[in-house]
């Protein structure tokens, strides 16, 4: 990724954590205070709409602690309620404010505990573009499509809401 730094990585999260959170919004807006939509999935084997909030998460908090050389601590995936499903983005938004590294961290290896006894070792850079973001995107990719399945108004401008900002008139 040309001109990847630590600070274009933290950018890039934040702003797809706001797309996450205005998601959440108008979702909340559709179906009203009734949290049950935050158990809503797209298949049996997959995770609800509110577990899939706190795994798009774990990706730029995990990416934080990295940064501050704490190993990995996923969020607590059962997310039950809004205050909930918001305190894990605004929780998550904050901690990304708090990185103090240098770019030098991108060079840096780093080790992925994947449970029973399987992990891969990858460069910082490799870390961040071929796991940490995969994943985040995997994720709220997952959250939008249950909430298109489940009704709820949105659509690619919704999705694509970083953008907003770049758009010009003529």
Known sequence: MPNQSIDSIRTLFQSRLGTLEGLLKVAQTHFGDQELFLQKRIATDMFPFG????????????FALWCDDKPANNLDPEVTSLSQAYQHIGNTKERLLGINVEDEKLSQNTR???????????????????????????????????????????????????????????
Request: hydrophobic letters at 40%; aromatic letters at 12%; charged letters at 15%.
């Open 112 to 170: 992925i505990e994947l449970g029973e006894s399987l992990y891969i070792e990858l460069s910082g850079s490799a870390y961040v573009n071929e796991f940490l973001i995969p994943n985040f995107y995997f994720h709220l990719v997952t959250a939008y499509n249950i909430l298109r399945m489940a009704g709820v108004p949105i659509g690619k401008r919704d999705y694509m809401m970083h953008l907003v900002p770049l758009v010009k008139t003529e």
């Open 51 to 62: 577990t899939q909030i706190a795994f798009t998460c774990n990706q730029p908090h995990n």
